[in-house]
Structure formats: C-alpha cells, structure tokens
C-alpha cells in the first residue's frame, strides 16, 4: 500500500530549512536535519529537490520575491525622484529586516557566493542585461548622465554587488550597520558621480525603476514554475 502524502511538503521542507538557517547556519545543516526538523523521512525531501543547493536555491528565490515586493512598494510610495541611492537604501533596508537574509549576508562563511558559483542557468547575466537597459532609461529620464556609458554602469553596479556576495567568505562578517553604510557610501557615490544639471522626470525614473522589478519577479516566477 503506497504511503499517503505529506500536506504541504514543500512549504515544511523550507520552513524547517530557513528556521535551521537561523539556529545553526546552512553549512553545518544537513538534509537529515531539514527531514527531521520538517517532521519528514530524508527521502520526502529528495522528492521535492534534488539536493541540499536546491533546498537554498528555493530559499533564496522566495526570500529575493519578498525583497522585491518590499522594494517595489517603496518604489511607488515615493515623492520626487527615485535614484540609484534610493533604490539600494530600500533593497538594503529590506535585506536588513528579513533575519534569514540578514544571516547569510552577513555570516562569516562564503553561503552566498558559493551559491551563485553553482547557478548554471543565465538567470544573473540576465538581470547584467536588465541593469544596463535600467540605467539608459534612467538616463532618458534625466537622472543619469547621458554622456555615461550604460553597460560600464552596469559593470561598476555588478562588481560592487558581486564584491558584497563574497566578501564574507573573503574578509570576514560584515554587521548590519556596516553593510547599510557601505552600501549607502557607494550609491550616494554613484548618484553623485552620474548626476546631471537638467531637470528629472520623477515620472521616467520610477517607471525604470518598477520596470527592472517587474522583470526580476517575473523571472522568479518562472524559476519556481515545475519542470
């Protein structure tokens, strides 16, 4: 006779995966721990994911649509123009306030880069692409230079975020404190650095922003949608 199964499995598996995030770290948890935790055999969690990557990934895709979301709101409550600064300050804010995210930004151990290492698909080139188109129609609205090139200013945003994904694993935790700094420092930087004497179109500028959203929620979507 077949085994019933687990309502929810799913959601068990994360909710048990994410609460020993906080209470022991991900490199030290084990699938066993994740079954046993999730009140499951270790061969239920294999049926939703094929390994312990996969658990995290899953992870991280829901924990990213809820920081989207966050940001998203803040994006379309916001007076005036929406800078680059601004949309980093409300994507680390909202980082900050999720414990889990919290606990692999700021852990000691490389959780996050060596993730990223392990993606194969083209979902982070992808949203390289989505940067660039983001800061041309930045520069269309008036907030960016137009004299700027809008792939360097991809690059140089890229390289500061994949700098902030490794460099736990490479130099040591970060606190909250010195991650929201750091992170102000560089934008404040780069609104500073890119700023133009012409009037901005606050209008432009927050369509560019829900538009670069739109399109990483969208790809969330179809990383969660079964294959």
Same mark, same amino acid.
């Given at each position: 006779?077949?085994?019933?199964?687990?309502?929810?499995?799913?959601?068990?598996?994360?909710?048990?995966?994410?609460?020993?995030?906080?209470?022991?770290?991900?490199?030290?948890?084990?699938?066993?721990?994740?079954?046993?935790?999730?009140?499951?055999?270790?061969?239920?969690? #294999? =049926?939703?994911?094929?390994?312990?990557?996969?658990? /995290?990934?899953?992870? /991280?895709?829901?924990?990213?649509?809820?920081?989207?979301? @966050?940001?998203? =709101?803040?994006?379309?409550?916001?007076?005036?123009?929406?800078?680059?600064?601004?949309? +980093?300050?409300?994507?680390?804010?909202?980082? /900050?306030?999720?414990?889990?995210?919290?606990?692999l930004f700021l852990g000691d151990e490389s959780v996050l880069g060596? @993730?990223?290492?392990?993606?194969?698909?083209?979902? #982070? @080139?992808?949203?390289?692409?989505?940067?660039?188109? +983001?800061?041309?129609?930045?520069?269309?609205?008036?907030?960016?230079?137009?004299?700027?090139?809008?792939? !360097?200013?991809?690059?140089? /945003?890229?390289?500061? !975020?994949?700098?902030?994904?490794? #460099?736990?694993?490479?130099?040591?935790?970060?606190?909250?404190?010195?991650?929201? !700094? !750091?992170?102000?420092?560089?934008?404040?930087?780069?609104?500073?650095?890119?700023?133009?004497? @012409?009037?901005?179109?606050?209008?432009?500028?927050?369509?560019?922003?829900?538009?670069?959203?739109?399109?990483?929620?969208?790809q969330l979507a179809r990383l969660d949608e079964p294959t």
């Amino acid at each position: 006779m077949p085994r019933p199964l687990v309502p929810d499995r799913r959601r068990r598996i994360l909710t048990a995966a994410r609460q020993l995030i906080l209470d022991k770290g991900w490199p030290s948890t084990t699938i066993a721990d994740i079954a046993a935790r999730a009140g499951i055999g270790k061969g239920a969690v #294999y =049926l939703e994911f094929s390994d312990k990557a996969a658990v /995290l990934d899953a992870i /991280l895709r829901k924990s990213t649509r809820e920081l989207t979301a @966050h940001v998203h =709101l803040r994006v379309t409550g916001a007076v005036g123009v929406v800078d680059l600064a601004a949309v +980093y300050r409300f994507g680390v804010e909202a980082l /900050l306030a999720d414990p889990l995210m919290s606990a692999l930004f700021l852990g000691d151990e490389s959780v996050l880069g060596d @993730h990223a290492r392990t993606v194969t698909d083209d979902r #982070y @080139h992808r949203r390289f692409g989505w940067l660039s188109d +983001y800061a041309g129609r930045l520069q269309r609205a008036g907030v960016v230079d137009s004299a700027a090139d809008a792939d !360097t200013i991809m690059r140089v /945003l890229s390289v500061f !975020t994949i700098g902030l994904v490794d #460099y736990p694993g490479s130099m040591g935790a970060m606190s909250a404190g010195q991650l929201s !700094t !750091t992170v102000e420092l560089f934008a404040d930087l780069v609104s500073r650095g890119l700023a133009t004497d @012409h009037p901005a179109d606050p209008g432009m500028a927050r369509a560019a922003q829900l538009t670069l959203l739109d399109q990483l929620g969208d790809q969330l979507a179809r990383l969660d949608e079964p294959t």
